[in-house]
């Protein structure tokens, strides 16, 4: 992919050509506002007009980006790891206690934990609901994972059938809010593919999602002759599941990918610009 959109943005600067915007610090988040892009950042240093460079990612602060690309990387080999795992299948396996009980909690726990560095705040910019909805569903998912390995050690077999519902509902809520990330910082790059990849793969997981949710009501409302009604949706849900956990590992792995050369970019472009604005005392 192409990296580009390092234009100044025309609105951040007023009449005297000083800052007139709230831009923070591409570093530390300091607010340069007042300040000539030809000064530098009173806190930390570095020159103004690296922070005034637009939206792409690739003018966003390298540590940000370097926070959000392990988020999205984890993201990427927890989608892995559960389309390997969880299955019918495999779930039935869990609950007989075929797979150690510790599996799909750490994995569970291991993305939630993901999803909270790929909602890491950009330096100076307020706290976006994504940070809040991720506060919610990672609290959430850690909590039924303590749950779910109590339950496993209590031997409670007749809770299985919430736990594996909640365990289900939690890995929904970690995959959705990561391709909602994803989708966001795919506008801030160049090429449209990855934001169409993006939306593909939403719609297909939410397609499975809504199978499986349609399989799980139906076998609870019906559950003297569930047969057909639950078959039918929950094998459509779990295949479908499986290609959209797959295809959106893909997704976060160019995501990261991406995270991670605008950060090698951005740290060589601030470099160049310190070395730049200091020559060397003779
Ligand atoms: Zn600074």
Known sequence: MSIQGCKPDPQALDA????????????????????????????????????????????????WLGQVGVGFRIGQSAAIGLSVLVFPGACLALAMGHLPAWLVPAILVLWAF????????????????????????????????????????RDWQNVWGLIIFLEWACA?????????????????????????S???????????????????????VAAREPELAVIVPMSVGAVTTWLALLGSANVFSNIAGVLERCAMIALADRK??????????A
């Open 198 to 220: 993006v939306k593909v793969w939403t719609v297909i997981g939410l397609v499975g999602h809504g199978a499986v949710a349609t399989g799980l009501l139906v076998g609870a």
């Open 172 to 196: 929904v809520g970690l995959w959705l809010l990561q391709m909602l990330v994803a989708r966001n910082l795919s506008r801030r790059i160049t090429d449209p593919r990855e934001i169409i």
């Open 16 to 63: 005297s050509g000083h800052l007139q915007l709230d831009t923070a610090c591409h570093r530390c988040g300091y607010l340069l506002r007042g300040l000539a892009p030809t000064a530098r950042c009173p806190e930390c240093g570095v020159p103004v007009y690296l922070s005034l460079r637009g939206e792409h990612l690739v003018n966003a602060s390298p540590e």
């Open 114 to 153: 993901g999803v909270w560095r790929a909602t890491t705040p950009e330096p100076g910019r307020p706290v976006g609901r994504h940070r809040v909805m991720a506060a919610i569903v990672c609290g959430c998912t850690v909590i039924v994972q303590v749950v779910a390995l109590l339950v496993a050690w």
């Open 272 to 281: 160049e610009a310190i070395d730049r604005d200091d020559p060397p005392n």
